[in-house]
């Protein structure tokens, strides 16, 4: 069955113009016909001398593997005054947007919070937080429509994340929207200006968690922080910046992927019933449904990588120091490597979707991402059979980090 996302309103688009359409808010809110029609132009469309559009499976794989192929770190964006934002000055001082040596350190530094036993460990909060929520739309439900999002999809997430991290309760939803505006740094930018929602989320989060960075300095507690905080002043592998960016990033993705997931799995578990009853109880299937709902509709839509030499790929020039437009979500329905890609289907074989990347940049958060993910949505549907879409959910104005803004439900209890 294709999935909602599927269905277009107008006349089938050229791929001029569905490039054109593509990053405008009726292109981001669905973005796959237009991707449909750019595979007209093959795996790889050069942009001209700028910048190179990628959307095979294969080619994304060989681009995220190949060390040619920068991340955009601090020199990038210093090159176009990006820099000049908070919102960049942060994120360049993280591992997402640092290339070698400084992944590797960073990454060695911060690992190990990433780790399977992490995530098994965090396992329990995880399913406290989603009954803790279910109880509270439970409280809510007068009959009539509630905002999921709202209400649960980002509740868990923040909840998680706010244990780890010792964030008291009564700070965590405005950090929360400070999350979902930093994310708007993530799409392309044609005016300085239009970094302002980043900018201004930025200095929210910068200066909070560098207030409990020095807090847990004066007084350590058991949480994440506090075992950073020890770790950094310990062998000084990181600097106080880096240390306080890397939990900005922490905060980021352990909220705003995994949100945007629970919203998509929803969704889709809503529009396949049986399959969304039978993950419930089967936990094979639930891995699978998790999978396919990453494979057909993933929070992470496009990552940028910056040519450090002239690259002679797949036939094309990608000239030095122009950008590479990777578009995961693209790469996930190539009908090269997936049979029917907007099918939504739990019997794929070797289903590997590039949502979360690849090679050495492969996030390290996506294990921890996924266990909310299959936490939440099974607590959820277990409790509300009868859960259903008031509405067609709305979405986001992004196309990098895509979500819903809102999913009005009526749970059926």
Same mark, same amino acid.
């Given at each position: 069955?294709?999935?909602?996302?599927?269905?277009?309103?107008?006349?089938?688009?050229?791929?001029?113009?569905?490039?054109?359409?593509?990053?405008? /808010?009726?292109?981001?809110?669905?973005?796959? /016909?237009?991707?449909?029609?750019? #595979?007209? &132009?093959?795996?790889?469309?050069?942009?001209?001398?700028?910048?190179?559009?990628?959307?095979?499976?294969?080619?994304?794989?060989?681009?995220?593997?190949?060390?040619?192929?920068?991340?955009?770190?601090?020199?990038?964006?210093?090159?176009?005054?990006?820099?000049?934002?908070?919102?960049?000055?942060?994120?360049?001082?993280?591992?997402?947007?640092?290339?070698?040596?400084?992944?590797?350190?960073?990454?060695?530094?911060?690992? #190990?919070?990433?780790?399977?036993?992490?995530?098994?460990? +965090?396992?329990?909060?995880?399913?406290?937080?989603?009954?803790?929520?279910?109880?509270?739309?439970?409280?809510?439900?007068?009959?009539?429509?509630?905002?999921?999002?709202?209400?649960?999809?980002?509740?868990?997430?923040?909840?998680?994340?706010?244990?780890?991290?010792?964030?008291?309760?009564?700070?965590?939803?405005?950090?929360?929207?400070?999350?979902?505006?930093?994310?708007?740094?993530?799409?392309?930018?044609?005016?300085?200006?239009?970094?302002?929602?980043?900018?201004?989320?930025?200095?929210?989060?910068?200066?909070?968690?560098?207030?409990?960075?020095?807090?847990?300095?004066?007084?350590?507690?058991?949480?994440?922080?506090?075992?950073?905080?020890?770790?950094?002043?310990?062998?000084?592998?990181?600097?106080?910046?880096?240390?306080?960016?890397?939990?900005?990033?922490?905060?980021?993705?352990?909220?705003?992927?995994?949100?945007?997931?629970?919203?998509?799995?929803? +969704?889709?578990?809503?529009?396949?019933?049986?399959?969304?009853?039978?993950?419930?109880?089967?936990?094979?299937?639930?891995?699978?449904?998790?999978?396919?709902?990453?494979?057909?509709?993933? /929070?992470?839509?496009?990552?940028?990588?910056?040519?450090?030499?002239?690259?002679?790929?797949?036939?094309?020039?990608?000239?030095?120091?122009?950008?590479?437009?990777?578009?995961?979500?693209?790469?996930?329905?190539?009908?090269?490597?997936?049979?029917?890609?907007?099918?939504?289907? &739990?019997?794929?074989?070797?289903?590997? /979707?590039?949502?979360?990347?690849?090679?050495?940049?492969?996030? &390290?958060?996506?294990?921890?991402?996924?266990?909310?993910?299959?936490?939440?949505?099974?607590?959820?549907?277990? +409790?509300?059979?009868? &859960?259903?879409?008031?509405?067609?959910?709305?979405?986001?104005?992004?196309?990098?980090?895509?979500?819903f803004a809102r999913m009005d439900v009526t749970l059926g209890s």
């Amino acid at each position: 069955m294709p999935a909602t996302d599927q269905q277009v309103t107008g006349p089938v688009m050229g791929p001029a113009e569905a490039l054109s359409e593509l990053f405008t /808010p009726a292109g981001k809110h669905h973005p796959y /016909p237009l991707y449909d029609a750019l #595979w007209e &132009l093959g795996p790889v469309i050069p942009l001209g001398p700028s910048g190179t559009l990628v959307l095979g499976y294969d080619e994304i794989c060989t681009a995220l593997r190949d060390p040619r192929f920068l991340v955009t770190d601090a020199a990038v964006h210093r090159s176009t005054g990006m820099i000049d934002h908070s919102s960049w000055q942060c994120f360049t001082k993280i591992m997402m947007f640092s290339n070698s040596p400084d992944h590797e350190r960073m990454r060695r530094f911060s690992g #190990w919070a990433y780790s399977p036993r992490q995530v098994a460990e +965090r396992r329990d909060l995880a399913v406290k937080a989603a009954e803790r929520w279910t109880d509270r739309l439970a409280a809510l439900d007068d009959g009539g429509p509630l905002d999921l999002v709202e209400a649960f999809a980002t509740r868990v997430p923040m909840t998680v994340t706010g244990e780890l991290l010792g964030i008291p309760e009564a700070d965590r939803m405005g950090l929360r929207t400070a999350v979902t505006a930093t994310t708007t740094a993530f799409e392309p930018v044609f005016d300085p200006r239009e970094l302002a929602p980043a900018d201004a989320g930025m200095d929210v989060l910068v200066d909070y968690l560098g207030g409990l960075v020095r807090e847990r300095r004066r007084r350590p507690g058991d949480d994440l922080v506090s075992a950073m905080v020890r770790d950094r002043d310990a062998d000084g592998a990181v600097t106080e910046e880096e240390l306080v960016a890397g939990l900005v990033m922490f905060v980021i993705a352990g909220v705003q992927s995994p949100s945007d997931m629970i919203g998509n799995t929803v +969704r889709l578990a809503l529009e396949h019933p049986a399959e969304g009853r039978g993950m419930t109880t089967d936990d094979d299937l639930l891995a699978a449904f998790v999978t396919e709902t990453l494979r057909i509709d993933p /929070p992470n839509h496009v990552l940028t990588r910056a040519a450090d030499t002239d690259i002679d790929f797949y036939g094309h020039r990608v000239a030095a120091g122009s950008r590479a437009l990777l578009v995961l979500a693209a790469a996930n329905r190539d009908r090269r490597r997936f049979t029917d890609p907007a099918t939504f289907d &739990l019997a794929r074989k070797d289903n590997r /979707p590039l949502s979360f990347g690849l090679g050495p940049h492969y996030c &390290l958060g996506a294990a921890f991402a996924r266990m909310q993910v299959e936490v939440a949505v099974p607590v959820l549907l277990r +409790r509300f059979p009868r &859960l259903a879409l008031a509405a067609p959910p709305a979405y986001r104005d992004q196309l990098v980090t895509r979500g819903f803004a809102r999913m009005d439900v009526t749970l059926g209890s």
